[in-house]
């Protein structure tokens, strides 16, 4: 079945550092990746949606120049969170689309864990 | 615009008890709907899915069925496990290729 990569599972910085997350499809082609963070007890903020090859939109609110998200690739997109400080410590989460007209419903990266110190 | 409006938790249960958690959606058009899971400090795994009205959809004992009349797809359990404890989340895609959208989750704590 389709199985996304994410990584790492958790990470820990320091305030003003910048962390880099990433989303691999291992044994699919998805044409487009979904970032989502989730908060303590709370459901899933789409955060951005990225085609690959091409600039990603960003939902309202969310700023685009701290969450740097690049789609390179057909199996990679990466999620950078620059300057980060302790409001941006959440859960991260991406899930990958395979572009064949599937509404069977999206495949999940096991997320990221990010704490800011 | 489209939304999925989920019941509130927790839900407390005793093992082997019935479970529903109650989901209900607006959209416009035919929404595909689904159920995900999601165990403490994972990511979401898909439960079960129905893509038009009056499917069922059905998963380690667990249904929910497509109701267009009532824009429900209530979770349904007979009997729950300890190991069933987890947040589930019920979600819609309006079209392919367009992001899920998510109910604020239901947080499931059952005791043996």
């Known amino acids: 079945g389709a199985v996304v990569s994410q990584h790492p599972s958790w990470v820990i910085c320091k305030s003003g550092t910048s962390v880099k997350i990433e989303c691999r499809s291992l044994?699919?082609?998805?044409?487009?990746m979904f970032w989502y963070r989730q908060f303590p007890k709370q459901s899933l903020m789409l955060m951005a949606t990225?085609?690959?090859?091409?600039?990603?939109?960003?939902e309202q609110g969310v700023e685009k120049d701290k969450f740097l998200i690049n789609h390179a690739s057909l199996t990679l997109s990466t999620l950078t969170v620059t300057s980060a400080h302790p409001e941006d410590s959440s859960f991260y989460i991406c899930?990958?689309?395979?572009?064949?007209?599937?509404?069977?419903?999206?495949?999940f990266g096991s997320g990221t864990r990010l704490t800011v110190v | 615009g489209d939304s999925v409006t989920q019941m509130e938790g927790p839900v407390t249960l005793s093992e082997e008890a019935f479970l529903t958690i109650n989901c209900t959606y607006t959209?416009?058009?035919?929404?595909?709907l689904f159920w995900y899971v999601q165990y403490p400090g994972e990511g979401l795994q898909l439960l079960l899915k129905?893509?038009?009205?009056?499917d069922k959809g059905s998963n380690k004992g667990f249904e929910a069925t497509y109701r267009k009349e009532t824009t429900s797809f209530h979770l349904e359990k007979g009997s729950v496990q300890v190991s069933d404890s987890a947040v589930y989340f019920c979600?819609?895609?309006?079209?392919?290729?367009?992001?899920?959208?998510f109910g604020k989750g239901t947080t499931l704590s059952v005791s043996s």
């Open positions: 979600a819609l895609l309006r079209a392919a290729g367009t992001a899920l959208i």
């Open positions: 959209a416009t058009g035919y929404p595909s």
């Open positions: 990225s085609n690959e090859g091409s600039k990603a939109t960003y």
């Open positions: 129905a893509t038009k009205a009056d």
């Open positions: 899930s990958a689309d395979r572009g064949q007209g599937d509404v069977d419903g999206y495949t």
């Open positions: 044994d699919f082609q998805a044409t487009t």
